[in-house]
T-cell receptor, first 115, second 110 residues
Framework: NAGVTQTPKFQVLKTGQSMTLQCAQD?????MYWYRQDPGMGLRLIYY???????DKGEVPNGYNVSRLNKREFSLRLESAAPSQTSVYFC??????????????FGPGTRLTVL | EDKVVQSPLSLVVHEGDTVTLNCSYE??????LLWYKQEKKAPTFLFML????IEKKSGRLSSILDKKELFSILNITATQTGDSAVYLC??????????FGKGTSLLVTP
């Protein structure tokens, strides 16, 4: 039982390049999330997926797109990377719906640098 | 707009000291408050609090919620160097996402 896994662990991009961050969970959770963490800013929600087939914007969605490929996988795409997207990206999942009292489980993170 | 404020932002203590970390919030449709510990990598879950006045305990860590005054505290007694980490407070409203504070960075020195 690996929990939440993310690939890659580290990535360096040049401005304007594109890439996709992958996330998978093996806990049969319905909801999945993408956060970014910047120094002094805490974790901020980029996008989330309440269930398979649905996605919604979070606090800081500009410059990103997401795909909920199936129940297990939730990817985050940067179409044209900018230096302001240099950050640590965390994927998370939780068992069920908005009315639940369950915690979110986090992946190990992807450290992205955009030059 | 929902707001979660943690204090202090950073703290340095000696091994054996007791520390209290604070989290205040302004959230519409409050559901729960969560504490996470983050050491270099992924945040790991510590506690979830939903009711006022009920203390949650795990070893040397404990936490309590005051829904009237809108705050929570996380206590760590007899601190050890392994307690050095960033402690994150997050609040869940009736939506899906967690609203995080900026964290308290705790350094425990030998």
């Amino acid at each position: 039982n690996a929990g939440v896994t993310q690939t890659p662990k580290f990535q360096v991009l040049k401005t304007g390049q594109s890439m996709t961050l992958q996330c998978a969970q093996d806990m049969n959770h319905n909801s999945m999330y993408w956060y970014r963490q910047d120094p002094g800013m805490g974790l901020r929600l980029i996008y989330y997926s309440a269930s398979e087939g649905t996605t919604d914007k979070g606090e800081v969605p500009n410059g990103y797109n997401v795909s909920r490929l199936n129940k297990r996988e939730f990817s985050l795409r940067l179409e044209s990377a900018a230096p302001s997207q240099t950050s640590v990206y965390f994927c998370a999942s939780s068992p069920d719906d908005r009315y639940s009292y369950n915690e979110q489980f986090f992946g190990p993170g992807t450290r992205l640098t955009v030059l | 707009e929902d707001k979660v404020v943690q204090s202090p932002l950073s703290l340095v203590v000696h091994e054996g000291d007791t520390v209290t970390l604070n989290c205040s919030y302004e959230v519409t449709n409050f559901r729960s408050l969560l504490w996470y510990k983050q050491e270099k990598k992924a945040p790991t879950f510590l506690f979830m609090l939903t009711s006022s006045g009920i203390e949650k305990k795990s070893g040397r860590l404990s936490s309590i919620l005051d829904k009237k005054e809108l705050f929570s505290i996380l206590n760590i007694t007899a601190t050890q160097t392994g307690d050095s980490a960033v402690y994150l407070c997050a609040v869940k409203n009736s939506g899906y996402a967690l609203n995080f504070g900026k964290g308290t960075s705790l350094l425990v020195t030998p």
